[in-house]
Nanobody
Framework: QVQLVESGGGLVQAGGSLRLACAAS????????MGWFRQAPGKEREFVAT????????YYAGSVKGRFTISRDNAENTVYLQMNSLKPEDTAVYFC????????????????????WGQGTQVTVSS
């Protein structure tokens, strides 16, 4: 069982930046595809960003591309989400997730394919 713990959320003004971190337990972190998702009040959870096992491939939702950057440090068992130029519509609970499937794919955008989830961290962007 993998435990994921997010941190770094908070309140920020529009145009500001935040860096989220997600620390994973265990020794198999480098074998997981990692992803970030978010859920705004009254809305379904949506894909934000994903990163391949070695960090060499990334993919973003159109709404965050160019503003958010996903990265990982396999030595520290941690995945990050750097969020710049934040907008009020980025307000949501942000979740990290791990996909443990061993396959030829580099990254994953489909929520149902992820096996482990963190508890989430709140990001609030004021206008």
């Amino acid at each position: 069982q993998v435990q994921l713990v997010e941190s770094g959320g908070g309140l920020v003004q529009a145009g500001g930046s935040l860096r989220l971190a997600c620390a994973a337990s265990g020794r198999l972190f480098s074998t997981y595809i990692m992803g970030w998702f978010r859920q705004a009040p009254g809305k379904e959870r949506e894909f934000v960003a994903t990163i391949s096992r070695d960090g060499g491939n990334t993919y973003y939702a159109g709404s965050v591309k160019g503003r958010f950057t996903i990265s990982r440090d396999n030595a520290e068992n941690t995945v990050y989400l750097q969020m710049n130029s934040l907008k009020p519509e980025d307000t949501a609970v942000y979740f990290c997730a791990a996909d443990q499937r061993y396959s030829g794919i580099y990254f994953e955008t489909r929520e149902y394919e992820y096996d482990y989830w963190g508890q989430g961290t709140q990001v609030t962007v004021s206008s």
